[in-house]
């Protein structure tokens, strides 16, 4: 991480009470810090309710260039993913703390047999996890994860 990014963290982090009374940042600590966050930096912030995730409100805003803070009961990122020519292994770890995370991307992935119909599909969001172990990684929305509520973000 650059030292900008380590600093916008760590004001973050104290203006939105992470891990104060218990892990992780909740809704109401995350909104009172980013309002407070705006106002010190001479900024405007603004959101809109993209429910637990509708995916199509949340493509909409991802192409508009607008990130999607995704607050998490529970989650299960992308740890990994091993392909050869005839198996790919997806790899993830559940964790079971509230986190917020910030969507910035997607993709879907389908699975076909060998009669070319297609048998599974996992739809994971691209996010930035803001943990280091993870980095950007990606959040599968069919396995355990918890989607409390997410919103589009506007700072200008």
């Known amino acids: 991480l650059s030292f900008e990014t380590t600093a916008v963290n760590d004001e973050l982090y ?11 940042t909740t809704f109401s ?4 810090g980013m309002n407070q966050y705006v106002v010190n930096h001479g900024l405007t912030y603004a959101t809109s309710s993209v429910g637990t995730v509708d995916l199509e409100q949340y493509k909409a805003s991802i192409k508009s260039g607008k990130p999607v803070a995704i607050f998490l ?11 050869t020519d005839t198996r790919d292994d997806i790899r993830t770890q559940y ?3 509230p986190h917020v995370a910030v969507g910035c991307g997607y993709k879907v992935v389908r699975y076909y047999n060998d009669n070319n119909q297609q048998i599974a599909q996992r739809t994971y969001l691209k996010v930035a996890s803001g943990l280091f172990e993870y980095g950007i990684s990606y959040l599968c929305l069919d396995g355990k994860s ?5 919103i589009s973000v506007m700072i200008a």
Do not use: C, P
């Open 14 to 24: 104290d203006l939105m009470g992470t891990d104060v009374g218990g892990a992780g």
């Open 29 to 32: 600590g995350f909104q009172k």
């Open 73 to 83: 009961q529970n989650f299960s990122f992308l740890k990994g993913e091993i392909g």
């Open 95 to 97: 964790v079971a703390v």
């Open 146 to 150: 918890k989607i409390e509520q997410a």
